[in-house]
């Protein structure tokens, strides 16, 4: 009972500061938005198009205002010593990786939904498929890309390059994440694929639970190294 | 009370960055109610010693026993008999003095956390000021606030590392007041410091660590102040 508690503390003073300072959503916000604008002036897409393209150019904007965010993850711990002090307390530090885990994707899942909503407004986007097979492959694809981020987040907090160097190890580690969520967004925008949206979406949650596993496994020696 | 009682024990501690060692085959054992004094110069590996013990960072070689338990199997349920004062401050600039404590205190799963939280503040004068932000703090308020979260969770062993480096004088004043209370309740303690004053008048046994190694280690009533400053310039020069 107390590791949840643990963890709910550490998600709760992510957000009481985030909110307090709004500093990593806001800067997600501005990217992700600045991209999805860009792109509106770039390409006028008919439906066809939309199947298309649409699907790359909305997972371009989440993945890359995603990163942005990452980078803040673990920023605050190293401020003043704090994740000394975290190392010190009696939580383990598999809970600590799952706490920054939900609070980056619940802050990343945030700004991908104002992202979504301008991205359709703008290019008059029309799922075929009902929305919520959407907000569900949101999920699935932020927590994946979440899960190496946290950690990949947790080893370039601390280095000069780290801006640098979170993508670097980031990117080629989510590549699958990327590929399925893509196709099965262009599904549900009526494109055909060689796979059904099901079989991306497990593809999907497969990622997920293979690296958070694989993550809760290795946090301590990330951390401790 | 049992004085031989081992509480903290480091046994044939060594650690190594890259392929320098910087605390080779150290061993100190503390019983209960002892306040050890640790001193010596910049480099000796006083704060890599206590780092390691606070298990904040793990040793190349050797062991570490909190109450006859080795802190590799007993690791959460030793940490909670630990408090640690380091240079850093351990606290979030964004969060208010009670979120930060409240914070610490969740996470130690201290019961009757307010109540705790407010006899905290009160005791190092900080009680009108819970609900400011921590950014907004100076900074012997926030050290004020330091000491307050290292006795947060009422520890049984406290690691001080120079603690009163850039303390100012009511922070000091504070800190000293809860370090007699402290060891008054027959809790352990390790203090490093460069201050040979101060090191000797708190300790009750006094340790110089010089190039990873203990080279003296004495009861307090074994040795003159005079002596042992003798002693340590000795050791130091050598």
Redesign the interface.
């Given at each position: 009972m107390?590791y949840i508690?643990?963890i709910?503390?550490?998600i709760?003073?992510d957000i009481?500061?985030e909110l307090?300072?709004k500093s990593t959503i806001g800067a997600m916000l501005l990217f992700g938005l600045t991209i999805v604008v860009v792109f509106s002036f770039s390409f006028n897409l008919d439906l066809q198009e939309q199947k298309n393209l649409a699907p790359g150019l909305l997972w371009t904007a989440f993945i890359f205002s995603a990163i942005l965010g990452l980078n803040y993850s673990f920023s605050?711990e190293y401020?003043?010593?704090?994740m000394?002090?975290?190392?010190?307390?009696?939580?383990?530090r598999s809970a600590i990786y799952i706490a920054k885990l939900i609070s980056n994707s619940i802050f990343i899942l945030f700004s991908e939904l104002v992202i979504l909503g301008f991205f359709v407004w703008l290019f008059d986007v029309r799922f075929t498929m009902n929305w919520h097979w959407f907000v569900l492959l949101m999920v699935l694809g932020t927590i994946g890309f979440s899960a190496t981020g946290t950690i990949f987040s947790a080893i370039s907090a601390e280095t000069r390059m780290k801006v640098f160097i979170l993508p670097l190890l980031q990117l080629p580690m989510t590549i699958p994440v990327m590929i399925a969520a893509v196709e099965a967004t262009s599904i549900l925008l009526g494109k055909e694929t060689k796979f059904t949206f099901d079989a991306w979406s497990t593809m999907l949650l497969v990622y997920d639970v293979i690296f958070i596993t694989l993550s809760v496994m290795l946090f301590e020696y990330i951390l401790?190294e | 009370m049992s004085e031989t009682k081992s509480v903290f024990e480091a046994q044939n501690i060594v650690k190594r960055f890259g392929r320098s060692a910087v605390l080779k085959k150290l061993n100190l054992r503390l019983k209960q109610g002892e306040f050890v004094s640790i001193f010596g110069p910049n480099g000796a590996g006083k704060t890599t010693f206590l780092k390691i013990s606070a298990m904040i960072i793990s040793p190349s070689e050797g062991n570490i026993l909190v109450f006859g338990e080795n802190i590799k199997n007993a690791g959460d349920l030793a940490r909670v008999e630990i408090g640690f004062i380091a240079h850093d401050t351990f606290l979030y600039r964004n969060l208010t003095a009670r979120e930060n404590l409240k914070f610490y205190g969740n996470i130690y799963g201290i019961e009757d956390i307010d109540s705790t939280i407010n006899h905290c503040l009160e005791s190092v004068g900080l009680l009108n000021r819970a609900e400011d932000l921590v950014s907004k703090f100076s900074r012997g308020m926030l050290q004020r606030l330091t000491i307050a979260r290292a006795f947060l969770h009422d520890p049984t062993i406290m690691f001080l590392d120079e603690p009163y480096t850039g303390l100012d004088s009511t922070a000091s004043v504070f800190l000293n007041e809860l370090i007699h209370k402290f060891y008054n309740t027959d809790k352990t303690g390790i203090l490093t410091t460069h201050n040979l004053d101060q090191g000797y008048d708190l300790a009750t046994r006094l340790v110089i660590l010089n190039n990873g190694r203990i080279e003296f280690d004495a009861d307090k009533d074994s040795i003159s102040k005079n002596d042992f400053r003798d002693k340590y310039t000795e050791i130091i020069s050598s």
């Open positions: 107390i508690s643990q709910v503390s550490v709760r003073k009481i500061a307090r300072t605050s401020e003043n010593g704090c000394q002090g975290l190392l010190l307390s009696p939580i383990p401790e | -």
